[in-house]
């Protein structure tokens, strides 16, 4: 263990706020937690092996659509934030925050990253450090790989570093969260490592939970958005019964929630995206497998999820086939390709599924989405830059995916022969003249 003369020097070191701290990864994650680090007041290298982002970063631009240049420009004018792709410069740290990614390959976490990580930052840390890990994998992934790294040349656990884990949380464009009000949680390796953290995270975050175990924080992760993912698969089951009831989902949804207790509404969609509700639950499974185990309803809500994307174009197939009236044949403008409303990130974004499938099918498919910032070459062959009433007028179909606020939507309706509202945009516009054109869930 760590000497109590050491561990003081430590603690006393991060109160004053003379530890200096090294983020490693700067990805939508990554980056916004060195600028609260930064503004809380401790000296900050942001490390990512990435060359352009760090070249955009040091030239005060952004790369993420949550974070603006003006925020990033104010942190370098302070001096108190700087990035770097030269791990060497770790050597200087006493804290390491590591917020690599975790990506799914066949349903398993792929960990190089984070094994790669761990390693430089054992190679090159001073004696004593603390390491924190944010990266999302399975119960466990901390401890038999984290940890096992970092003992290597140590003789007995914490023997010169403290260890933690703290899951992230963030809701790309909500702005009613930051990242330092957001409620964190942190498992710890021993109770010297829990020390060190509750003082670093109570200058840092407005609260703060403790777990009993590092793996009991890395499982609080998965259950928050396992509990999203069985939901949401949930509400889009009662979609498709509700439609043989001839019933409205909406309604169904809204009258429910009047409920003051035991009932949280969730929302039929075109599917889930985004980096956490579509990936977490099969860090879990994955876990479960290794261990001869499964989770049956897991399971059958991932696989309803990602079901989802096909059962959307078989209902506008559907459409099409009832539509071969319209002279200008069966063209049809996808609106929005983000995973959500406001946010232009397309990762396992439903859309993205949706368009693709729609493109093996031979048919005539456009999108338009202002948010979106995508260089794929066949993606792109398909986009409208400009939504238009012309554009509108010219398509058999017109299918809201992601129903961000600078769209003309009055304009939308007005124009569009028939919507498909997979997002219930239109809900306050059903009535006698307007219910014919919106096909809903």
Request: aromatic share 8%; glycine share 6%.
């Amino acid at each position: 263990m760590i000497s109590n003369e050491v561990l003081n020097q430590f603690v006393n070191q991060l109160q004053g706020k003379k530890s200096r701290i090294m983020v490693v990864g700067l990805g939508y994650i990554g980056l916004p937690l060195a600028e609260c680090i930064a503004k809380a007041g401790f000296n900050v290298i942001g490390y990512d092996t990435n060359l352009n982002k760090i070249e955009l970063l040091n030239r005060g631009e952004s790369y993420l659509e949550t974070m603006s240049a003006s925020r990033i420009q104010e942190l370098l004018k302070t001096g108190r934030l700087s990035f770097t792709a030269d791990i060497a410069c770790a050597e200087s740290c006493d804290v390491y925050w590591v917020c690599v990614p975790t990506p799914l390959l066949n349903g398993a976490p792929i960990l190089d990253s984070f094994y790669s990580a761990i390693k430089s930052i054992r190679a090159i840390a001073k004696k004593p450090f603390l390491v924190v890990v944010s990266s999302t994998s399975f119960p466990g992934t901390t401890r038999s790989i984290g940890l096992s790294i970092l003992v290597k040349e140590a003789q007995e656990e914490g023997h010169d570093f403290f260890l933690v884990f703290s899951p992230e949380r963030e809701d790309p464009g909500n702005t009613k969260f930051t990242t330092k009000t957001l409620p964190r949680v942190f498992g710890a390796l021993n109770m010297q490592s829990a020390k060190v953290a509750m003082v670093l995270f109570k200058q840092l975050f407005d609260e703060v939970h403790q777990a009993s175990s590092i793996e009991a924080a890395e499982a609080s992760k998965l259950m928050e958005n396992v509990y999203r993912a069985v939901n949401i698969a949930l509400a889009n089951e009662w979609g498709e019964i509700c439609a043989q009831l001839n019933l409205d989902v909406w309604e169904i949804i809204k009258l429910a929630s009047t409920k003051p207790f035991g009932f949280q509404a969730f929302y039929p969609g075109p599917g889930v995206g985004g980096h956490c509700i579509p990936v977490d639950p099969y860090y879990l499974l994955s876990k479960l497998k290794s261990m001869g185990s499964n989770a049956e309803l897991i399971n059958l809500a991932c696989d309803l999820n990602r079901k989802r994307p096909y059962i959307i174009v078989n209902k506008i197939d559907e459409f099409l086939k009832n539509s071969s009236r319209f002279d200008n044949g069966s063209k049809i403008l996808l609106i929005g390709l983000g995973y959500k409303k406001n946010i232009g990130d397309i990762r396992e974004s439903p859309a993205i599924d949706i368009l693709d499938l729609l493109l093996k099918r031979s048919l005539n498919v456009k999108w338009y989405d202002p948010l979106v910032d995508t260089k794929h070459p066949i993606w792109e062959l398909q986009r409208e830059l400009n939504l238009s009433p012309e554009l509108l007028k010219n398509q058999c179909l017109c299918v809201v995916l992601a129903d961000h606020d600078c769209i003309d939507w009055d304009m939308v309706l007005k124009n569009s022969n028939f919507i498909f509202d997979t997002k219930n945009k239109y809900s306050e516009e059903l009535n006698n003249l307007t219910s014919e054109k919106i096909i809903r869930l």
